[in-house]
Every structure is written in C-alpha cells, then in structure tokens.
C-alpha cells in the first residue's frame, strides 16, 4: 500500500512556467514532509521539506504548501527552467520513531521545454 | 571525491546467480540504507542499519540480505538473483539528527538487470 500517493507520474511544462506537483498522505504521524530532485544518472538529492506546522515554505523558486487537514502538500517550481527537468519525489517521515524510514512517493517526470 | 559511493555501477547477471552490490561512505554517518527504484512505484526500503550491529528489514527485504561490515560499510547481496530484482538499486546515509527529518544522501545507484 502506498503511504505516499503523488500526482502526476509526468508534467511538461513551457519555460518560464509553474510546475505543481501534489502529494497526499494518510498517516497523520508524520512529521516531516521532504521533496527530493533526481537528474538522470544521478541518485536523489534533497530539495525542500516542510513541517506540518507551517503552511508554507519557499527555497528561491521552489515553494512546498502544505493542507494539514486535507492531508496533502504540493511542490510549486516557479519560473520553471529546463534545467528543472527532473524526476520529484514527495516523501513523509515519522522522526520520532526509532526506525526513521522514508516513505516515497511514486515520482513526477518533469520536462520543461525552451 | 563523492560522500557516498556505489560499486559496480551498473552490472548484468544471469537467473540464479549470486551478486553482492557494495556501498562506501565517507561522510561519518551512522545510518545507512538500501533502496530499490522502479518506474512508477518511487523508491522503496529494502535493508537498513543505525549501527553495526544493527540491522532491520525494510518494506521488501524478501530475497535480500545486507552485511553491515565496519560503520563506512554497507553490502546488499541478491542470495539468487531472479528477473524481477531487476531495478536500480541506492545506498544512501543519514545521521540520527538528518534522519529525524528525512535528510538521506543518496548514492550514484547501480543499475542491476537480471537475464
């Protein structure tokens, strides 16, 4: 069962656009909400993450919004380049366990187009 | 010099075989894990270890074993290597404060297909 449910599996976007990637989860122990970027070839890297006491959270272009009632929180790239194109993947996390496992979820292909 | 590296990088094995992949860190991080990517499903939690005597099975540990052999040391071994491991295949590390709030570094990967 996946713990972690992202959409879409693909966005194409034009340069100079908004990429939005949603994320919704149902196990309200998390307590972290981590986005990772993953280039071709290359393994995940961290991008943002979130609390789910803040709403709101912006690193330069990217910005993670988070619905703790609704349970969902989303990535917003804006100004969207092409060398955003990349796979995302929202994660959750309960830090307060002793396992700290990661939950992904399934990835957003981003291609943007000049 | 990466943090975290991965060997072999990519690696072809026929059904039946046994194949080890191996994991090296040199970020001074206690945590380590392995993780298999496949398209559509994200990554999910094989193996992974807070120290070296500690070692906890992930989602899908079935068909996999890990050997942790020093702190700077994680091994993954496909005991008999069948057509559906065929994955890519991360190793990534945290510390216990990095790890409380999902911060893993993730290793180049190693990319295993299974004939």
């Known amino acids: 069962q996946q713990q972690v449910k992202q959409s879409p599996q693909s966005l194409i976007v034009q340069k100079g656009g908004i990429s939005i990637i949603n994320c919704a989860y149902e196990n309200t122990a998390f307590d972290y909400f981590p986005w990772y970027q993953q280039f071709p070839g290359k393994g995940p890297a961290l991008l943002i993450a979130?609390?789910?006491?803040?709403s709101e959270k912006k690193e330069g272009r990217f910005t993670i919004s988070f619905n703790k009632s609704a349970k969902q929180f989303s990535l917003h790239i804006m100004d969207s380049q092409p060398g955003d194109s990349a796979t995302y993947f929202c994660?959750?996390?309960?830090?307060?366990?002793?396992?700290?496992?990661?939950?992904f979820g399934t990835g957003t292909r981003l291609t943007v187009i000049p | 010099d990466a943090d975290v590296t991965q060997t072999p990088r990519n690696r072809i094995t026929k059904t039946g075989k046994r194949i080890m992949l191996e994991c090296s860190q040199t970020?001074?991080?206690?945590?380590m894990y392995w993780y298999r990517q496949d398209p559509g499903l994200g990554l999910r939690l094989i193996y992974y270890s807070f120290d070296v005597k500690d070692i906890n099975k992930g989602e899908i540990s079935d068909g996999y074993s890990v050997s942790r052999q020093a702190q700077a040391k994680f091994s993954l071994s496909l005991e008999s290597a069948i057509p559906n491991q065929t994955a890519l295949y991360f190793c990534?590390?945290?510390?216990?404060?990095?790890?409380?709030?999902?911060?893993?570094?993730f290793g180049p990967g190693t990319r295993l297909t299974v004939t």
């Open positions: 970020k001074g991080h206690d945590r």
């Open positions: 979130i609390r789910p006491d803040v």
């Open positions: 990534a590390t945290s510390d216990r404060t990095s790890g409380r709030s999902g911060e893993q570094y």
């Open positions: 994660a959750a996390i309960n830090g307060q366990t002793g396992a700290n496992n990661l939950f």
